[in-house]
């Protein structure tokens, strides 16, 4: 099994910045992607960056310039950083990876996300 455990989130004034951490740990061989996501009441879960273990990333149009996601492989830990954030922001934001299993096996989890709100 593996756990992705997140940290960071809150409130911020829009503006304002906000940094996300995601550490991976368990049955890890290799971690393949990793990133985020974020859903908004009453809206479906989408994708905000992702980052693959050599460095490749992408980003949603809706936070290009605003976010970057830095990637620590040897601690299998993700980070988004976000600023000039806005009240559209506002979602939870889940950590997800892809993970190749000690035991065999490639797995995708999902943390158990954390709240970011911006206020206006």
């Known amino acids: 099994q593996v756990q992705l455990v997140e940290s960071g989130g809150g409130l911020v004034q829009a503006g304002g910045s906000l940094r996300l951490s995601c550490t991976a740990s368990?049955?890890?061989?290799?971690?393949?992607?990793m990133g985020w996501y974020r859903q908004a009441p009453g809206k479906q879960r989408e994708l905000v960056s992702l980052?693959?273990?050599?460095?490749?990333?992408n980003y949603a149009d809706s936070v290009m310039g605003r976010l970057t996601i830095p990637r620590d492989n040897g601690n299998n830990t993700v980070t988004l950083q976000m600023n000039v954030l806005k009240p559209e922001d506002t979602a939870g934001y889940y950590c997800?990876?892809?993970?190749?299993?000690?035991?065999?096996?490639?797995?995708?989890?999902w943390g158990q996300g954390t709240q970011v709100t911006v206020s206006s």
């Open positions: 368990g049955n890890i061989f290799s971690v393949h992607l």
């Open positions: 997800n990876a892809v993970v190749s299993a000690s035991t065999g096996g490639q797995f995708r989890y």
């Open positions: 980052i693959s273990s050599g460095g490749d990333n």
